[in-house]
């Protein structure tokens, strides 16, 4: 390995950025700024990618809602009963839920009512509905919720005002956390006789009905058969949400790649600068080592030491910073891009996504032509006489 690396070289190298240090200082924060905005659009999209991953897995294979006026409705109840009569239905949920706007904190927490010996609709759901208190108001909420909660000093319980303006006591029995922050970041869960009601919704009614195909092959067929039972009724499939949210993240991920091209268009000015020639004082430099004895290729390596050292060094930097902006201060402002800049929605942790291929790309994309664009046109003045250089 000695053999290989010249550490005169290297410390030269090292002098070299030391001497022209403002120069070096002001490229390697250049240079970090670009890695650290590549590199945050990045984890930012492959953490949104994975909460969405994950929200869509949760999501029930057929969901029925009543349409009237083109108004969501409440359903009846007793809708239940024909669709399981349905060949390849095998369950059927009657979901009581709703946005609740608490107007102190200016969010909207998600109502959901499970049942206790119902058969829950969501994995999730099973060890919330094993721990809930059934036989008194009482709550389970989400870590969003009880972080707003908190601020608002409601530790122990929280006061809903009903339709009616009367208000229900409900106790907080405990936080839980779904496998998805998206899914459970807003949400409280109670039982369905609770948010009955606090929304003023009767017994007959629910607010849609959730549907589990046996045979996932057959969900299209179950929901056209549903649909023609019930035209009054929107019926939604997985793969409809799966596609809606899939547009919605194209349309927003439009906007990253537009920061992302000026990323690199301004990267790539800044190289095609370098390219393009050497100062006057470098081409002197490369003659003086030259007339003292340097070969054509201790030149090159010395170029290669300084454009490594400053863009490894630039890399790191970015990539650190980059981390904790993301998943330490929740990247403020880049993530509203695809989040929305509503305050009716409790904000949420990135979830920790590491991508190999992520980092790969971007050390790919800045380091090696950062290094290129040294040694290029060090290898056009190093390749002349001594003397024909420093003239």
């Known amino acids: 390995m000695q053999n290989k690396i010249n550490f005169y070289i290297v410390e030269y190298a090292i002098n070299s950025l030391l001497r022209q240090k403002y120069k070096t200082i002001f490229i390697s924060i250049v240079f970090s700024m670009l890695v650290f905005l590549l590199s945050s659009l990045f984890f930012i999209t492959n953490s949104i990618k994975y909460e969405l991953k994950q929200t869509l897995e949760a999501l029930p294979d057929i969901t029925v809602q009543k349409i009237k006026g083109g108004r969501h409705y409440d359903i009846d109840v007793s809708t239940i009963d024909e669709i399981l009569d349905i060949h390849g239905v095998s369950g059927a949920v009657a979901r009581v839920w709703g946005y609740y706007y608490f107007e102190n904190a200016g969010v909207n927490f998600s109502l959901v009512g499970i049942d206790e010996y119902e058969e829950q609709y969501k994995k999730s759901f ?24 908190d601020k608002n000093y409601y530790k122990d319980y929280f006061n809903f005002i009903k339709p009616d303006g009367t208000l229900k006591r409900v106790d907080i029995a405990a936080t839980f956390k779904a496998q998805s922050e998206l899914e459970s970041n807003d949400v409280i869960v109670m039982s369905k006789e609770n948010v009955r009601e606090i929304f003023d919704i009767s017994a007959q009614k629910a607010t849609d009905i959730v549907v589990r195909v046996a045979n996932f092959n057959e969900v ?20 409809d949400l799966k596609i809606s949210y899939q547009n919605i993240f194209d349309y927003k991920s439009g906007i990253f790649l537009a920061l992302f091209s000026v990323s690199l268009f301004t990267f790539f000015i800044i190289i095609y600068d370098r390219v393009s020639g050497l100062s006057s004082e470098q081409k002197r ?48 402002l880049l993530q509203n891009i695809f989040l929305g800049y509503s305050q ?13 291929q992520t980092l790969a790309l971007i050390f790919f994309l800045s380091v090696p032509i950062y290094i290129a664009a040294i040694i290029i046109p060090s290898w056009r003045s190093a390749t002349l006489e001594a003397d024909e250089v420093i003239r």
């Open 344 to 356: 009716l929605k409790t904000s949420f942790n990135l979830p920790f996504v590491f991508d190999m």
């Open 126 to 149: 099973v060890d919330v509905a094993a721990n809930l208190d059934f036989t008194k108001p009482s709550m389970i909420v989400g870590e969003g919720v009880k972080i707003v909660m």
């Open 285 to 332: 430099e490369i003659g003086i080592l030259k007339a003292v004895g340097w070969r054509v290729d201790d030149v090159l390596k010395e170029k290669f030491y300084e454009g490594f050292i400053v863009s490894i060094f630039s890399y790191l930097v970015g990539i650190t910073l980059s981390f904790a902006f993301v998943y330490i201060f929740k990247a403020p």
């Open 220 to 239: 299209a067929t179950v929901a056209s058969k549903i649909k023609l039972l019930y035209p009054d009724t929107r019926v939604i499939t997985k793969d």
